[in-house]
């Protein structure tokens, strides 16, 4: 079985130490390290498997590359393919507004 290096892009780590300080502070920071662990966890073993089987994400249609996603909880963890390789781009909240979080990456 083909196997992929799944890589968090530096936008991806910056997503998820969002997350994890909001977590921190809501949920105290043993359960957020726990929310973080779980999270790479679960997107790298899926990612390095079979990452063709997620489905395309609604950002695709206004990417010039392939934009899938991968549901983790209530975070939409959204990649691309490229050739051995998965990039996680972005790990958003099902409460992320798209249209800002891409204004603020100009």
């Known amino acids: 079985m083909k196997r992929y290096k799944v890589i968090f892009t530096a936008s991806a780590q910056a997503d998820i130490e969002r997350s994890y300080g909001w977590g921190s502070r809501k949920w105290g920071k043993e359960q957020a390290q726990a929310w973080v662990r779980e999270l790479r966890k679960i997107s790298s073993h899926q990612l390095a498997v079979i990452p063709q089987g997620f489905p395309l994400a609604p950002e695709n249609e206004e990417a010039p590359v392939e934009i899938r996603q991968l549901i983790v ?13 998965v990039f996680v781009l972005h790990v958003r909240g099902a409460f992320s507004d798209r249209t800002k979080a891409e204004s603020s990456e100009e």
């Open 73 to 85: 909880g209530r975070y939409r963890v959204l990649f691309t393919i490229k050739e051995k390789n």
